[in-house]
Nanobody, 125 residues
Framework: QVHLVESGGGSVQAGGSLRLSCAAS????????MAWFRQSPGKEREMIAA????????YYADSVKGRFTISRDNAKNTVALQMSSLKPEDTAVYYC??????????????????WGQGTQVTVSS
């Protein structure tokens, strides 16, 4: 069983930056692909970014590509999401997830086995 804990959420002004971090425990971190999802009220949870277990492939949703960067540090069992040029529409609860699915399955929420509690990110005008 993998336990995930997010940190770094908060409130920022539009145009600002924020770095989210997710710490994993209870499993072999390097064997899991990792992802960041977000969910706003009334909307489906969507994958924002994902990274393979070795870090060789990263996926970004079009809505965040060029502004967000996902990275992982397998020595520290952490995955991060660096967010810049934040917009009010980025306001959401952000979740990290871990799984062992294939790359083609990353986009599907039910492909991910373990989830953090989520952290609120609020971007004001």
């Amino acid at each position: 069983q993998v336990h995930l804990v997010e940190s770094g959420g908060g409130s920022v002004q539009a145009g600002g930056s924020l770095r989210l971090s997710c710490a994993a425990s209870g499993g072999t971190f390097s064997s899991y692909a990792m992802a960041w999802f977000r969910q706003s009220p009334g909307k489906e949870r969507e994958m924002i970014a994902a990274i393979t277990n070795g870090g060789g492939y990263q996926y970004y949703a079009d809505s965040v590509k060029g502004r967000f960067t996902i990275s992982r540090d397998n020595a520290k069992n952490t995955v991060a999401l660096q967010m810049s040029s934040l917009k009010p529409e980025d306001t959401a609860v952000y979740y990290c997830a871990a799984g062992k699915g294939t790359v083609s399955s990353y986009v599907y929420t039910n492909s991910w086995n373990f989830w953090g509690q989520g952290t609120q990110v609020t971007v004001s005008s």
